[in-house]
């Protein structure tokens, strides 16, 4: 079991940007894969980010509509996902959250690839 607590959101205007956190409980979080995910009113879930490892690499996935703009990243350390998030839109405007998937290895894109779910951080970009 892990539980996942995002920060971070905000009001940020057009062109600013976020760095949101989502801190891990539990000594295995070297053991999940990590994702992002937003839903903005009156729409589906959908993936942002995610990020999974193994043999001694990272591997980082990005929704085309944030590739080069958003950058997530992990510190098993401090068992703590990030996702910066530069040159905001206004259509970024969503609620963000975070999710875990056993297996480091192999990142999902779909929401029912994760298996916890953080209570979600409100992100709003104003034009």
């Known amino acids: 079991q892990v539980q996942l607590v995002e920060s971070g959101g905000g009001l940020v205007q057009a062109g600013g940007s976020l760095r949101l956190s989502c801190a891990a409980s539990g000594r295995t979080f070297g053991f999940y894969a990590m994702g992002w995910f937003r839903q903005a009113p009156g729409k589906e879930r959908e993936f942002v980010a995610a990020?999974?490892?193994?043999?001694?690499?990272?591997?980082?996935y990005y929704a085309d509509s944030v590739k080069g703009r958003f950058t997530i990243s992990r510190d098993n350390a401090e068992n703590t996902v990030y996702l910066q998030m530069n040159s905001l839109k206004p259509e970024d405007t969503a609620v963000y959250y975070c999710?875990?998937?056993?297996?480091?290895?192999?990142?999902?894109?779909?929401?029912?690839?994760?298996?916890?779910w953080g209570q979600g951080t409100q992100v709003t970009v104003s034009s």
């Open positions: 999710a875990a998937r056993h297996g480091a290895v192999v990142a999902g894109v779909r929401p029912y690839d994760y298996d916890y």
């Open positions: 990020i999974s490892w193994g043999g001694g690499r990272t591997y980082t």
